[in-house]
């Protein structure tokens, strides 16, 4: 059967190798030869903005956000609105065309450069951008491991900007990278010595964000979090954003409706700012995948801030409204106007709804983010002194629909009681609800955050090697057993890499865009494996 697409960058793609006739995630094939399209036009337009830099010309924070909103459009779950994406195809290439006129020696750029196509011309010209133009598998796979990479960087620089935090050298290294991918030439030695230096750009990228959040919001502190629902009519804020979520909550202040979140919201929680708002009720729900049920539980509207969004059903498609880069055909989308949004849409429609149906009652303790971790850290060192903490098992990630992640609650589950698990993204909703108990009251379980939160696992396995006085990050008592699905997660991996975290896990599946060749490579340097079942897994990693 003819090829309509080719997609592999989640974990769910299918077969393992790759959705050909249309997304896993429910995008079409006309979205996703889109989306190949966009990437396309966008490192054309990279390519632009690094000669203009070399020329000592600046870049403006327009075409810099431009840049980081196209690669988030394209991620797993976030877009799947075929005209929002052309859209962004045809302002990239007038955004570039204005900047060709300040450059000389343009026929010195690559191809993508030069392409000035009308949307008419869309279908013609996907054919030969896509993932497989590159025929190389080895070259093709660590190209797709860098773009990925980069997609996810944009997810946190996105989230950085929105709360006012810039910085040119991440834009300059994200466009550069870009540019360096439509090269034909590049050696395997060159892209692999890319692939570490894009870990080292979402470290600092994550920094930033993390810097974003805390200052705007507070640091995360240990909070008990809600899981029941109160009697007004609610609306239902899932994704990523915080800053969205700080908007909606300060236009329906004493309009007799409460905020809950859902899936990565619920970090949002652990923030000291937003506990002055008496309407921000509590969590609802679990993790992204299992939406379609709990969204039409819900009974009232939802706002979607990025991904991840699973395609509606009917029952509740009028009442999802979408933001930012994320769309979906059908749904309302709240624009930004001089930097603000107008969210009176949905508390008008939550006024009009009842209560939201109660799905579970009880609580969740999170906010073990760097800094309240390392408020406990005489704590957490004489625990591990002691012997009472034997190891900490990173399990950070992200949660799917696949059966086999049940390993990730069995293996929580079947780890020793003197171990501390740290997490971070919505991986944790496979365990955090289990009652694993404490140690010396220490909980079993740290939720540092979001997805977006993972810098915070890197500092405070830094901090430990400083405490003990280590020469090695892997010298620390820390494995890591890491879910991944999509690629916020690709940058994390990166990021541990460049780090120099070695004997990571990665699961249910290793990417398939990982050629068996790469993945030799990240075997030979960084002893990167696979899971297999939890009693063999918990023998080799902690006992």
């Known amino acids: 059967m003819e090829n309509k ?42 390519a632009v903005t690094t000669r203009l830099r070399q020329e000592h010309v600046a870049v403006s924070t327009v075409i810099n956000h431009l840049i980081t909103e196209n690669l988030f459009a394209t991620i797993t779950n976030a877009n799947f609105d075929s005209d929002s994406i052309a859209t962004r195809i045809e302002t990239t290439l007038t955004a570039k065309e204005k900047l060709l006129k300040n450059l000389q020696n343009k026929d010195t750029l690559p191809k993508a450069s030069l392409w000035t196509g009308k949307r008419a011309d869309f279908a013609a010209m996907v054919p030969n951008v896509g993932v497989l133009a590159e025929k190389n598998e080895d070259i093709r796979s660590l190209k797709e491991l860098i773009a990925y990479g980069l997609k996810g960087l944009s997810a946190y620089l996105y989230h950085a900007n929105a709360l006012g935090q810039e910085r040119e050298d991440i834009d300059a290294f994200q466009q550069s990278a870009l540019a360096k991918l439509l090269e034909s030439d590049l050696t395997i030695e060159e892209l692999t010595g890319l692939v570490l230096t894009t870990g080292k750009w979402g470290v600092e990228t994550m920094a930033l964000l993390d810097k974003a959040n805390t200052e705007t919001y507070g640091n995360p502190e240990i909070t008990k979090v809600e899981l029941g629902v109160r009697r007004n009519p609610g609306i239902l804020v899932s994704g990523h954003d915080l800053h969205d979520l700080e908007m909606l909550l300060e236009q329906s202040a004493g309009q007799g409706v409460d905020i809950y979140t859902h899936g990565e919201m619920l970090a949002a929680h652990y923030y000291p700012f937003f506990k002055k708002y008496s309407h921000f009720a509590g969590n609802y729900g679990n993790a992204w995948w299992q939406q379609k049920e709990e969204f039409e539980a819900f009974g009232g509207p939802i706002l979607m801030t990025t991904n991840c969004i699973v ?233």
């Open 5 to 46: 697409m080719f997609c592999y960058q989640c974990q769910e793609t299918a077969g393992c190798k790759g959705c050909t006739q249309v997304g896993v995630c429910g995008k079409t094939a006309e979205t996703a030869r889109l989306q190949d399209l966009l990437i396309y036009a966008t490192k054309g337009l990279s």
């Open 311 to 543: 395609p509606p059903k009917d029952s509740y498609k009028d009442r999802l409204f979408t933001t930012g880069v994320t769309d979906f055909p059908g749904c309302r989308h709240i624009e930004e106007v001089d930097g603000e949004k107008d969210f009176s849409p949905l508390i008008e429609l939550a006024k009009t709804c009842k209560a939201p149906r109660e799905l579970e009652k009880g609580e969740i303790v999170g906010g073990f983010a760097h800094a309240q971790v390392l408020a406990l850290a005489d704590k957490v060192v004489a625990a591990v002194k002691s012997g009472a903490i034997r190891k900490f098992v990173v399990m950070a990630g992200c949660d799917g629909r696949m059966k086999s992640r049940s390993y990730y609650r069995d293996f929580a589950q079947a780890l020793p009681k003197d171990t501390v698990i740290l997490t971070a993204g919505c991986a944790k909703y496979k365990y955090i609800k289990l009652n694993l108990g404490d140690i010396d009251g220490i909980p079993r379980v740290l939720d540092a955050g979001q997805c977006n939160d993972s810098y915070s696992l890197a500092l405070i396995a830094l901090k430990l090697k400083e405490v003990f006085e280590l020469n090695d990050i892997n010298e620390l008592p820390i494995v890591y057993n890491i879910a991944w699905y999509e690629q916020k997660a690709v940058i994390v991996l990166l990021a541990l890499l460049y780090l120099g975290v070695k004997n990571i896990h990665l699961g249910p599946t290793l990417p398939a865009f990982l050629s068996p060749n790469v993945t030799d490579v990240l075997v030979k340097n960084f002893n990167i494996g696979g899971i297999t079942n939890v009693d063999d897994d918990i023998r080799s990693m902690i006992l």
